[in-house]
């Protein structure tokens, strides 16, 4: 029997809910890998983490970027929380995940084609939550854009972000004929609040997307990535020149 483990940040202020989404996300990535165990903890709840890392296996960030958390502050946590790292091994984030990219050039292009647009006369905010202390968080989010802008002839594309500039509450001019899709692993607080609440003080006139991770495609995808066990990059940030 073979053990993974996803991980996500959760929220500290009130843990429980976050804890059973993502326990009920670990159920449906687990159809998807018979003879494996996927349990889910997160990083807001100490003692559901302890619990979690017994035993040994790969564990799968839900996060959208690398970097800091997955190279350092993940691994520390999970050995403070009594893991013994010889035995586990980090996977690469859902957000670096290649599959996650073409999933959210899929999602662009089939909101065109739901709404009737020419994809010409569409225009696109992929928001992301960014960082104001690394550059790899909007390094991932660049490079996701970029692929969809390969993909797809649009009028207009920029990423904004929660946490740094170009921040998403300073767009301007995305009318109608407008998307939004959050480049985030779940639907908490940035995508019901946040996100929302930025897009109508800058005036946006489209249409918000939900986010890439409440996709029915994630699952599969993640089960996916498990199974190649790519190591986490030990890199700062494998995207920046692509």
Known sequence: MTQALIIAHGQPSDPAPAEADLAALAVRVAAHLPG???GSATLADEASLT??????????????????????????????????????QVLEPLGCAPALHDLAKALVAEAVAAQ??????????LAAHGSGRSPVPSDIARHVLGGITAALPLMRAEVAFIDQAPQLIHTGGFGPRSLCLPYFAAGGGHVTEDIPQALVASGFGGTLLPPVGADPRIPALIAQAIVAGQPVCTQECRWRAA
């Open 36 to 38: 494996w165990t996927v």
């Open 116 to 125: 009737g647009w020419d994809v010409a006369d569409t225009s696109l905010i």
């Open 51 to 88: 619990r979690a890392v017994a035993g040994g296996g790969v564990v799968f960030p839900l996060f959208m970027a690398g970097g800091w958390f997955t190279r350092i502050h993940l691994p520390s946590r999970l050995k403070g929380a009594g893991a013994d790292m010889a035995r586990w």
